[in-house]
């Protein structure tokens, strides 16, 4: 019976019922981000695609071992060397769709905390957290977006996009980047840039700084586990840091602005003491 050895989630060792290793695996600094197995036999390079699924393993000179296939849920099609479809990994690699360890013998993917079967496109386990990923479905995989979101965890999606009113002060994607959307034209202009440049930090911080991958310009990722949580947080400190430069500028400001940075910063203490309570 082969025995399976883990770093924490990461699998970096196979031994056999004699305690002989069998193969030793390396990791990248990502999750799910393998770079090298090792084995008495030869040892394999990964090589993976944007999501982090494997594509093709070469050998130490760059020689071809073996490729990959997935359908948009990530169920895998098998290549040789030569490009022709065989019934399973020619080299027994475990790690395929989203960089995730695939259960031959099932024909599962295990995600860590449940199980998914590609070709239904669903986990076979309810959602651990249940409605606290912000999902109706405690079944669905990634809101049925595999094209864009990866769940490492098997707990949430990375980010359901949502669209934000391009008249608000905000923050949302552009270009494939999180920017600020600023629609203050009077003199606590600056002071609502630091406010959203503190959810800039914040949602890059929980979501990556690649969260804006593939979202529409416009729309912001929200949700996730204990994101009621980390809006009320994030909101507490924003407001506290554009109250603290606006107090900061009225003091040396001109006359005429007094009176509207005043009004900014009543806002923003309803705002306290709403978000930090």
Not at 230 to 241: N, R, V
Not at 254 to 264: F, R, V, W
């Amino acid at each position: 019976m082969p025995l399976y050895i883990f770093d924490d989630w990461n699998l970096i060792d196979e031994h056999n019922s004699s305690d002989t290793q069998q193969a030793k695996y390396i990791h990248g600094p990502a999750i799910d981000e393998m770079l090298v197995r090792t084995t008495p036999a030869d040892t394999a390079y990964y090589h993976q695609d944007g999501l982090g699924s494997t594509t093709a393993l070469t050998n130490p000179t760059g020689t071809l071992l073996e490729r990959y296939r997935y359908d948009v849920f990530g169920a895998p099609t098998f290549l040789d060397a030569t490009g022709t479809a065989v019934p399973s990994s020619p080299t027994s690699n475990r790690f395929q769709y989203t960089g995730r360890e695939y259960l031959a013998e099932l024909s599962l993917y295990d995600y860590r905390n449940r199980v998914y079967q590609a070709e239904l496109g669903r986990f076979l386990q309810t959602d651990p957290i249940g409605f606290d990923a912000e999902d109706v479905n405690l079944y669905r995989y990634v809101a049925n977006n595999p094209v864009d979101w990866v769940d490492p965890l098997g707990l949430m999606v990375k980010g359901t996009p949502v669209p934000i009113d391009p008249k608000s002060n905000s923050i949302v994607c552009k270009g494939g980047k999180l920017t600020v959307q600023n629609n203050n034209s009077g003199p606590g202009k600056d002071c609502t840039q630091i406010h959203e440049e503190k959810h800039v930090e914040d949602w890059k911080g929980r979501y990556g700084d690649d969260l804006c991958k593939g979202v529409p310009d416009g729309q912001l990722p929200v949700g996730g586990p204990g994101y009621k949580d980390f809006l009320k947080k994030s909101e507490c400190e924003a407001y506290k840091a554009g109250k603290e430069s606006r107090e900061k500028k009225l003091k040396n400001c001109p006359e005429s602005d007094k009176e509207q940075l005043k009004k900014e910063i009543e806002q923003d203490e309803k705002q306290i003491k709403k978000y930090c309570s």
